[in-house]
């Protein structure tokens, strides 16, 4: 039997307050913060067990459409099928207890019961994160401090614990396709990423590259390649021209990746598909000399291109988690790690700007209004008359809007660049020295990155615009 300590995430050098510390940042998280989103999933989700339980499975996204309920939602559903019948299991308890005694839909409790699902998959996220990096040969105790590195990275922390957002759950599925990867198991990859497309597309932009690196016959390409739409397929014939709007919703976030563009004299070329299609043919060409940089390459190449896809398009906050574990272990896997956690808060720094000048109504202290601070005392920010958005504040700052997308950008390209494997080694390991580099504990860069990253960077400002926003200053 193995130990208790090596299923935990843990890190073996956490003291008591460390566990504390973080345990309270989640819980605090968990239930002060959230975003509509989760609550229209939620509900939507609730109408699928009704239209199950009615005998009208087919009319799903028709009921939602027609809105014949009192409950909150103002886009209708828009998913594929399986992150209703997901999150519609584990409503399935609130739903047979209401029916049993007669009570409606409490959609504040809904909205936690719903949370668990993102916060829950987030969790597994670290588990498989530590489960990848002892596949590339981690110690278990390095492994676990990656996770942790993860879990409380302020841009991964901010999707699921602030935004209450589901992308982890197509994160989970990728993260557990490329432990196969690594092994060399292109069957169960192919298969396990095949499940984390359902729920977003974006799986299926490491998945093209990943195979042309590992197979170079065509049959063998075509081969996984249909195998990872063996759920995508049925589900979505399922429900073919029944879905309303959800198709043109897809499509739509699809187009974004057309949407920057590079003048070529004759005509507009998207650049970001222009870049990508270059990545696949170069792992089309290419085949590693060395297993060892196979397996970087199997966390190298979906940074790369999550990053670049992030640089390219106009992007939801809660997107950018599914960049940042392949950051992670990419650093962790590295000789000299210290100057990239510095890397870590300027990355957050130009995300949070971004975000917060952006999503002006969506990423500072409206968060706070989906949490118990309005659903027990009712304070809200955004129905305030007082309430000015960070935006109004951050355009004060004198260059904010080039600082924002410098640090962002530069963060990115740096990654890309100096994390670029030259044999069994990388670009970045070979210019550093890590004898000359403050020698500091990476529990002590943990803290720093999460308390300046999360804490300084999105918890006191977006508190300041609610303290503001009600009066209090």
Known sequence: MKPLSKNTLWSDDFKLYDKLFFTTAFILAFFFMSHPDLWETANHSYVFLESVFSGKFMDFYEFCAAHN?????????????????????????????????????????????????????????????????????????????????????????????????????????????????????????????????????????????????????????????????WLYIPTTLLFWGRTGNAAAFTKAMMERMFSITVDTGMRQVPLYVLIYALIVFAAFLYTPAKEKTRQYLAVYIPMVVFSLLFNYIYWHPQWLILMIPFVVITTHLLENKTPWFYMDIVMAAGFFLFALHNYSTHAGAMLFDGGLLHHLFGISATSSPAWKPLADFIVLLPYAHIWAPLMFSGAIFGNIIFKLPLGTSTLSDRLTDKDKYDKLPDKVFLYGIFVIGFIGLWVAPSLLELINAIGLI
């Open 69 to 229: 309920n009192t409950y909150y939602y103002i886009n209708v559903a828009n998913y594929n099928i399986m992150i209703y019948i997901l999150f519609g299991l584990w409503e399935l308890p609130v739903y047979i207890f209401n029916h049993i005694f007669n009570l409606p839909l409490n959609e504040t409790f809904i909205i936690y019961w719903a949370k668990i699902v993102s916060v829950g998959f987030y969790i597994g996220c670290g588990y498989m994160v530590k489960k990848l990096c002892t596949e590339l040969g981690l110690k278990e105790s390095s492994a676990k401090m990656a996770a942790m590195f993860f879990m409380f990275n302020p841009i991964a922390f901010y999707s699921p614990m602030a935004m209450g957002q589901y992308d982890t759950l197509c994160l989970f599925f990728t993260l557990w396709a490329l432990c196969y990867y690594v092994k060399k198991d292109m069957l169960r990859f192919s298969l396990m990423i095949g499940v984390g497309i359902v729920f977003k597309f974006f799986p299926l932009l490491i998945l093209i590259p990943l195979i042309l690196l590992s197979e170079k016959k065509i049959l063998n390409i075509a081969k996984y390649g249909l195998l990872s739409l």
